[in-house]
């Protein structure tokens, strides 16, 4: 049975463009009819089981829940993975992802992350509808590690952003998006990921995510 999520969204302007930032780890920009997010990790639950420890698969059958229920929620015609779809190479969980992807009518764009090593039987097996090093759309480009090099509006993942909330009984940590004048890092869409609290960009707005809320801080 899916589970039924709560879903609430903010809306944002950058360069003309409207954004909205969802609570369920996924920005939506309607102009492009493209849902997007970052590092899914596909695999870490098998790659773990493999090695001895018992990570249950419905993590991904979680996470592929959420997403299915993105896609319809916005009515996403294309879906951009702005990198690390994968997490250790092909497995069971990686089948289990393309025998769902057949029910997707969005097409998949990927890009490439650091654990996205993709032999071309691979890419094959995946059949997404392009993978790229980076791309750029609109004012925007999306990679997947932030280039200090690059003068464009950066779109990007990789770190798993999250930030810790402080109070008198007990300190919080949520995943969150991250906004500057240069960038949006996206939160990290797998429930399995950690989130790294330090290595933020500066000067950002920071919005922390709940199962139920988006907030800006």
Partial sequence: MNKIMKIRTLEIEVLGEILLLCNQKVMFWEAQSMLILSDMHIGKSAHFRKNGIAIPNSVLKNDLNKL??????????????????????????????????KGIPADFHLIKGNHDRISKELEVKLCLTSIQEQLKAGPF???????SQCTDFQITGHIHPGIEIRNKIKNIRLPCFAVTEKQILLPAFSEFT???????????TFFPLTPNEIFEM
């Fill in 194 to 204: 950690g989130l790294d609290t330090r290595n933020l960009p500066s000067r950002a």
């Fill in 68 to 101: 299915d229920q993105m896609i319809s929620y916005f009515g996403a015609e294309q879906l951009l993975i702005n990198g690390d779809i994968l997490h250790a190479g092909d497995n069971t969980d990686v089948d289990f992802f393309c025998e769902w992807k």
């Fill in 141 to 147: 480009c999306f990679v997947h590690e932030f280039d």
